[in-house]
């Protein structure tokens, strides 16, 4: 994610004027807010070019952050379908335990 932040920051640095971002900070700042979906709007691309790469680091960084969550949702799904079975075994162990089996008792 931080060579793709990296990358549009140099393409908005050389499209946009120097009056609009006069350093790489706002550059950066630009690209953060644009990824982050925050979008402060205290700096913003004037030039079409500008906009257009902004536009592109608008879907590029939504598709980005959703395959994350969709690998986090699927396993949140494997994982609930598997409750019954979890919770079986905690009970089962707490139960041994609690009697005074260990590991090495039960065959």
């Not at 499209?15 to 979906?37: F, K, Q």
């Not at 396993?75 to 590991?103: H, V």
Request: zero cysteines.
């Amino acid at each position: 994610m931080a060579v793709m932040a990296y990358g549009f920051m140099s393409l908005l640095f050389l499209v946009e004027p120097r009056d609009n971002l006069p350093d790489m900070n706002d550059a950066g700042w630009l690209v953060l807010s644009t990824m982050t979906t925050v979008g402060f709007g205290d700096v913003v691309p004037v030039t079409d070019s500008g906009l257009f790469i902004t536009s592109v680091l608008m879907v590029v960084s939504s598709l980005y952050m959703a395959m994350p969550f969709g690998i986090i949702g699927y396993s949140f799904t494997k994982i609930w379908g598997n409750r019954a079975q979890i919770l079986l075994l905690q009970g089962t162990r707490s139960r041994l335990e609690k009697w005074g089996f260990g590991a090495y008792e039960i065959p």
